[in-house]
């Protein structure tokens, strides 16, 4: 997945965009032009959230009108929407791996600034609702204190000027073409982390480019590292997902000696929005089975290029038989790696059965080991003993 060019730069602040970068600023964007187009009697397509990843707003208003054919302008669609999406900023999730940045580079004593396209008051106020970040950054600098946004980069050279430090000891971490052509054109290292997937090739400019925060080293750049990976394997905050399983592409068995007992990815759109894609580990409770160990991809297969977005758990245990239709649930509690594609099928089918082996090995560890006993598991299987 990371396009890895040489890394030139040790650098010492960091320059974070906000939008795209550090706020899911597109899930909340989606459901104020879900209910705005509902009130113009207008059905609402899913293919419209792609449309708006990483978009400015006045992109995606005069996409917007356009796709739907709208009796109105841009401008109005975006005066309609504004107040909209305002009241939403309290709702505005914080990406993947977001906060753990912020909080490591804080209590590291690198120095951080904040520089978005939109107004200061817009990006205060959408801080606000995260604890910490306000005071975490030395500098925080809107489009409205500059003369030309991104693109541009004066954005970012005041941004250093402002930290008083040179330019080349500035790091940018970016989610939009805008921004990351703006900070190489202010002679910074760029770090780029896509919005949209599969878009890695657009990116050839910025210095390296990562699915998401969570596959961020910073001591590549002469930064702290990050001390929270155990064995191969990153903590996090466990989701749960489950359903009953259906049939995927046929290929897990056949193709790769690996079945995946797929959950179905369209109940989960929104759970899944907030998570990256890549590949995750935990427990799976198996209706009238019992809890396996569980390592599994979420997201799009890049070696098989798959267009939709899936989810594949493969349970470390062998069954011996097919169990679809059965109720699966999943208590994900670890990442380990972003999907990557590989150069032949053997590497990728290596490569699985190595996530395989972390995954067994780390769910041994305390950290990960309690959440065998989460209730949301064990219900599955209560409630299916009652009906059989
Ligand atoms: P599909 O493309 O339909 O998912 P797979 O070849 O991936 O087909 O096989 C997945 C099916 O195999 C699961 O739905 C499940 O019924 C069965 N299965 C058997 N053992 C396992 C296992 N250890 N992990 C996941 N699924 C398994
Ligand atoms: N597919 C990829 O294209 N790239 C990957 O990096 C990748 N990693 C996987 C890791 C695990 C643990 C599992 C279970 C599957 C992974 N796959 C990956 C998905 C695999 O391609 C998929 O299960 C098959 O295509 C079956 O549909
Ligand atoms: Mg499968």
Not at 209 to 236: C, M, Q, R
Request: glycine share 8%; with cysteine.
């Amino acid at each position: 997945m990371a396009a890895t060019k040489h890394f030139p730069q040790m650098v010492s602040h960091v320059i974070l965009d906000l939008d795209g970068t550090l706020l899911n600023t597109d899930g909340v964007m989606n459901e104020v032009l879900k209910v705005f187009l509902v009130k113009y009697g207008k059905r609402w397509d899913n293919k419209i959230s792609q449309k708006i990843i990483g978009r400015t707003p006045l992109e995606v208003a005069t996409a917007v009108v356009k796709d739907f054919s709208l009796s109105l302008t841009t401008e109005e669609l975006m005066s309609a929407i504004s107040p909209m999406f305002s009241d939403q900023w309290c709702n505005i999730k914080a990406l993947p791996g977001a906060n753990r940045l912020i909080k490591h580079l804080r209590s590291n004593g690198v120095t951080m600034a904040l520089a978005s396209n939109s107004s200061k008051s817009c990006i205060e106020a959408k801080i606000s609702f995260h604890q910490g970040w306000k005071e975490s950054f030395s500098v925080i600098i809107g489009g409205d204190e500059v003369t030309t946004g991104k693109p541009s980069p004066e954005i970012f050279l005041e941004a250093a000027k402002r930290m008083n430090v040179d330019i080349s000891n500035c790091l940018v971490i970016e989610d939009s073409l805008p921004g990351v052509a703006a900070g190489k054109a202010a002679g910074m290292a760029v770090v780029a982390v896509p919005s949209l997937p599969k878009q890695a090739g657009l990116y050839s400019s910025a210095d390296v480019v990562i699915n998401s925060l969570l596959d961020l080293h910073p001591e590549k750049w002469g930064l702290p590292p990050f001390e929270d990976w155990i064995e191969g394997t990153l903590p996090i905050e466990p989701w749960y997902i489950g359903g009953p399983v259906i049939k995927g592409f046929g290929r897990g068995s056949k193709v790769l000696g690996i079945p995946t007992a797929n959950l179905p990815a369209e109940n989960f759109s929104t759970i899944l929005s907030e998570h990256t894609s890549g590949v995750y580990f935990g427990w799976a409770g198996l209706s009238t089975r019992g809890i396996y160990k569980m390592v599994m991809s979420i997201g799009w297969n890049p070696y098989f290029d798959n267009t939709e977005k899936t989810i594949e758990p493969w349970l470390l245990h062998d069954f011996g038989e097919d169990f679809y239709g059965e109720e699966l649930r999943l208590a994900i509690v670890g990442y380990i790696r972003p999907e990557a594609n590989f150069p032949s099928l053997e590497s990728l089918i290596a490569r699985i059965h190595e996530d395989g082996r972390i995954a067994k090995k780390a769910l041994d560890l305390p950290i990960y080991a309690g959440s065998k006993d989460s209730p949301y598991l064990k219900n599955s299987m209560l409630r299916s003993n009652c009906h059989s």
